[in-house]
T-cell receptor
Framework: GQNIDQPTEMTATEGAIVQINCTYQTSGFNGLFWYQQHAGEAPTFLSY????GLEEKGRFSSFLSRSKGYSYLLLKELQMKDSASYLCAVEGAGAGSYQLTFGKGTKLSVIP | ETGVTQSPTHLIKTRGQQVTLRCSSQ?????VSWYQQALGQGPQFIFQ???????GRGNFPPRFSGLQFPNYSSELNVNALELDDSALYLC???????????FGPGTRLLVL
């Protein structure tokens, strides 16, 4: 089975840095995705990690440790538009299956 | 904009009815995955279609069925609707089954 945990809610100040953690216990692992979802909208792709280490993409970075079943998403120079839910998703391994298993999402509120 | 479209955007049905949701994948993508997202939850995997064949199924009953057409567009059919089927239904397409999934805007289904 798959179990993915992330904090339910976080609040941070505009211009600051915030780290959203995700831990997972899965029966298979191809890689880990982070998606951003604004209220009432579809998830949009942010990052993908398959190897251990840090992937940087502009203001957003994502880290993965496969041995620890741990990932985080780092958002720098927070802007009001970053207020959204952030979804951690594990891509399963196994013949014929590339499904994503999502956590419940972390609702980030950016305040002035 | 991901190039993935879904129809209809909103739908209201009553218990016991049947519903068909549609998804057009991004040009060049041969894989479509369907997810159900209840309010305040992360998306849950329903099934995936790769080149017109089912390529993995989540923990959903058989009354959830699907189809993928030669142009790689897809349908999700739900029979005998239940109140708990009320949710946002998301489809995601990918260039190939192991590639990043890009989500459409979703269909919001309300079952009364």
């Amino acid at each position: 089975g798959q179990n993915i945990d992330q904090p339910t809610e976080m609040t941070a100040t505009e211009g600051a840095i915030v780290q959203i953690n995700c831990t997972y216990q899965t029966s298979g692992f191809n890689g880990l995705f982070w998606y951003q979802q604004h209220a009432g909208e579809a998830p949009t792709f942010l990052s993908y990690n398959v190897l251990d280490g840090l992937e940087e993409k502009g203001r957003f970075s994502s880290f993965l440790s496969r041995s620890k079943g741990y990932s985080y998403l780092l958002l720098k120079e927070l802007q009001m538009k970053d207020s959204a839910s952030y979804l951690c998703a594990v891509e399963g391994a196994g013949a014929g299956s590339y499904q994503l298993t999502f956590g419940k999402g972390t609702k980030l509120s950016v305040i002035p | 904009e991901t190039g993935v479209t879904q129809s209809p955007t909103h739908l209201i049905k009553t218990r016991g009815q049947q519903v068909t949701l549609r998804c057009s994948s991004q040009s060049g993508h041969n894989t479509v995955s369907w997810y159900q997202q209840a309010l305040g939850q992360g998306p849950q995997f329903i099934f995936q279609y790769y080149r017109e064949e089912e390529n993995g199924r989540g923990n959903f009953p058989p009354r959830f069925s699907g189809l993928q057409f030669p142009n790689y567009s897809s349908e999700l059919n739900v029979n005998a609707l239940e109140l708990d089927d009320s949710a946002l239904y998301l489809c995601a397409s990918s260039f190939n089954r192991e590639e990043t999934q890009y989500f459409g805007p979703g269909t919001r289904l309300l079952v009364l």
